[in-house]
């Protein structure tokens, strides 16, 4: 299976991946072979298999609702890239 | 041409937990600024989610009381987006296999029918953070408060069987009474607890197909969505009846200005890329487990407003107004008890009570006239120490804190005056003392006699100080006058 250029391009928006236009070749070369071992895979016979939801064959272990998370605002905020007012500061995003 | 709106519903309900349904940092309203982000919340590298027991039972307990098939495996899954209020990149919420399956829910129409509204499913998922555009920062930046991000939400997405807003406000409103109900949900709609999103089409009477449909999204009060119903259906029926087609879009309504606005088109920020979460297994629920929670649930709207009227004899409108707040709910019970006159409890909580309520802006919880304080007025109206003017007198001194209904009685010397002794040589001495008013009324002929005791009982009454029992005096004054002519 190949994988055209606009859907390389549309992936790259999506995950907010800058794509260098020369490597989008060789990119959907390496995405298509990811895709062929996908192919393979569908291949092989899995009548009468139930699929699974997790690769991990247990169950979801819960917690109990009780707060145990102290503030570690100044921490946090030590390491963020911009802070201000206790806020983290980000390039102005408007809808 | 005729036109027929379709309305469908996704509705996000903040369950009420004391924790992120990922994290046990507090869910807790109002708090400073991110003081409540912890690592999770922020998605630190190398943090792992753990799933609210809390959040899974209050979403079965929904399931439960909308009569639906609880998901016994359901599945977290990514949804891919990038926003900075959304630290990881994803919204870890529920798709292939949600929590809560296809259930109903009963809305109660203006003429008084029943209509089924048919719920698609209802899925856990995390809320998302707060983004500030303007604050106590530099301007041409955004700021970011998270401590809202990952909240426990439901959402509830119904099938589209609404044809028009007053039936969507009316699902909205019974689903607001059942969450609180159920004690899942605090149902501060001020405080985003509650928020809608709105789809909206419109067809010809009689199509079978839909027409392309908008989503309004993010409503956070009934006033509001209504409005936006109103606007949006109008605003698809002028473009089709002048030839135009509907673009599928996300449209936000401010309910401040009134006006309605195009987010951005579906197309692309469609493509969410959904997976399911390798960071959390399957949540699985024992059939034991929904049996203990079923066994638990509280009274429900529905069955409430039955009992309110096989229990106490309230009228069915009484009944459904005093049921479907569940605080409202209580404190009617709570009033119905101590003062044993359940009829006059639903007539002060539903009226004086909820409208000095409504005026102020709190809610009941709030009430500065607590249940057993509006208990203690009633015992007074209802063993006839005041009147129904005192007693509103009484109500704003209680409302303004002198203290319960005796206390205030005593205070202002309001005691309706009951005893007939009292009364007679009150009903004697006015008479003794306006000679002229009597033998007027003597002089009178008999037919129009009724229209002069007014005076009297004016006299009567400004004698007593407003204290005499005016159906006593009445009473009495009848049978004086009767002896004299």
Redesign the interface.
């Known amino acids: 299976m190949s994988i055209e250029k606009q859907t390389i391009e549309?992936l790259a928006?999506?995950a907010?991946l800058a794509v260098d236009d020369k490597r989008v070749d060789e990119i959907s070369q390496r995405l298509s072979s990811v895709l062929e071992l996908v192919d393979q895979l569908q291949a092989a016979d899995t009548s009468g298999l139930s699929g699974l939801?997790?690769?991990?064959n247990?169950?979801?272990?819960?917690?109990?609702?009780?707060?145990?998370?102290p503030?570690?605002?100044e921490a946090?905020?030590a390491i963020a890239p911009?802070t201000?007012?206790?806020?983290?500061?980000?390039?102005?995003?408007?809808? | 041409m005729n036109w027929e709106t379709v309305i469908g519903l996704e509705v996000h309900v903040q369950l009420a937990t004391k924790t992120k349904i990922f994290s046990a940092a507090s869910t807790a309203f109002g708090a400073a600024p991110n003081t409540q982000a912890c690592e999770i919340d922020l998605a630190m590298p190398g943090t792992l989610p753990v799933v609210n027991k809390q959040a899974i039972d209050y979403a079965v307990m929904f399931g439960l009381a909308i009569d639906a098939e609880i998901g016994k495996t359901s599945v977290f899954e990514r949804k891919n987006y990038f926003y900075p209020d959304l630290p990881k990149g994803y919204q870890t919420t529920q798709l292939e296999k949600p929590i809560v399956g296809a259930g109903v829910v009963e809305i109660q129409l203006d003429n008084g029918d029943t209509k089924s509204i048919r719920i698609h499913h209802a899925h856990l998922e995390e809320d998302a953070g707060k983004s500030l555009h303007e604050g106590n920062f530099r301007s041409g930046v955004s700021g970011i408060d998270l401590n809202r991000a990952g909240t426990p939400l439901i959402e509830i997405v119904s099938e589209p069987d609404m044809s028009s807003a007053e039936e969507a406000v009316a699902f909205a409103k019974k689903l607001h009474s059942i969450v609180t109900s159920l004690g899942i949900c605090d149902g501060e709609m001020s405080q985003g607890s509650m928020r809608f999103d709105v789809n909206i089409s419109v067809r010809p009477q009689g199509e079978t197909t839909l027409g392309t449909r908008t989503e309004t999204k993010n409503l956070n009060s009934f006033k509001f969505m209504e409005d936006a119903i109103h606007l949006e259906v109008e605003r698809q029926i002028d473009l089709l009846e002048e030839g135009s087609e509907i673009i599928q879009e996300t449209r936000l309504y401010n309910g401040e200005t009134k006006v309605a606005r195009s987010m951005r088109s579906k197309e692309e920020a469609n493509d969410y890329r959904y997976f399911p979460c390798p960071d959390l297994l399957p949540v699985v629920i024992s059939d034991e487990h929904i049996e203990q929670l079923r066994s638990k649930l509280p009274e429900l709207p529905d069955a409430k407003q039955q009992r309110f009227i096989d229990q106490y004899d309230l009228s069915e409108y009484d009944a459904g107004v005093l049921s479907t707040d569940a605080t409202v709910a209580n404190y009617f019970e709570q009033t119905a008890t101590q003062s044993k006159n359940a009829k006059l409890s639903a007539n002060w909580v539903s009226g004086e009570l909820s409208a000095r309520l409504n005026a102020e802006n709190i809610s009941i919880t709030q009430s500065p006239v607590s249940a057993e304080q509006l208990a203690s007025l009633i015992i007074r109206i209802a063993d006839n120490s005041i009147s129904s003017k005192m007693a509103k007198q009484v109500f704003d001194g209680i409302w303004n804190g002198e203290g319960d209904a005796d206390q205030i009685i005593e205070a202002r010397g309001l005691k309706q005056v009951s005893d007939s002794g009292a009364l007679e040589s009150m009903v004697d001495e006015v008479l003794a003392n306006n000679q002229a008013m009597v033998d007027d009324y003597i002089n009178t002929d008999a037919d129009k006699r009724k229209k002069k005791l007014g005076g009297f009982m004016g006299q009567i009454m400004k004698a007593s100080k407003g204290q005499a029992n005016p159906q006593q005096v009445s009473q009495i004054l009848a049978k004086k006058l009767a002896e004299l002519v």
């Open positions: 549309n928006t999506l907010r939801d997790h690769p991990l247990e169950t979801q272990r819960l917690r109990e609702d009780e707060v145990n998370k503030n570690m605002r946090f905020q911009d201000e007012d206790n806020l983290y500061l980000v390039p102005k995003v408007i809808d």
